[in-house]
């Protein structure tokens, strides 16, 4: 049976809510992904790397190596296209390449040569973006790098995940100590009653220790 528009417009609906979950887009540099893309360039040898993720109607780089901009429209982006494949996605010479002949990065002043993609697959199943190396000649790229590239895209994912599991650890936290504020405060709210009770009832010894009695369940 082949996907319908319909499947393929709910799989992306669910890819965005994946990729909002991390609450990654639009967050300041990290040092912790910029050192993979440095990595990713230097063990490469190319002069732009990019930790890529593909939003609703652009794409966002959480890091970048070699180049300027923080975000391209999703259209012309060849991240948008490497996502939709859970292979490794590889472009030698974008000028020879059909799939590429046509992209504006390669015909325009930027001049995209080489564009080799790595997913960043979530352990759900989603691929959120890519880290990518680009070069604006042509060249070849080694099954061995291919698994450098890939190795490294999966330490993006790792520090990913590391994060959200941070966060959905802080949140529980501060649900276990607003409910014991809670639970705290209760019995702490009746605390100046027994006080005046106390106070009322000096001559009698039995209504102090039930009150004492209280104030110790309490």
Known sequence: MQ???ETDNSLEEARIEALRKYEILDTPPDGSFDHITRLAARLLNVPIAIVSLVDTDR????????VEVQEI???P???????LTDDFYLVEDAKKDVR???????ASEFGLQFYAAAPLKT?????????????KKPRKLSFQDQKTLTDLAELVIQ????????RIAVKHQHQILNITAHDLKNPLSIMPLLADLIIHNKENPAAIDDIAQQIKNA
């Open 77 to 83: 982006g060849l991240c948008a296209s490497a996502i």
């Open 3 to 5: 996907p319908t528009r």
């Open 123 to 135: 352990r759900d199943g989603f691929n959120l973006g890519t880290l990518c190396i680009i070069d």
């Open 59 to 66: 794409i966002w780089f959480k890091s970048r190596y070699g």
């Open 73 to 75: 429209g999703r259209e």
């Open 100 to 106: 590429t002949l046509a992209n504006p990065l390669v």
């Open 159 to 166: 520090q990913m995940e590391l994060r959200l599991e941070a």
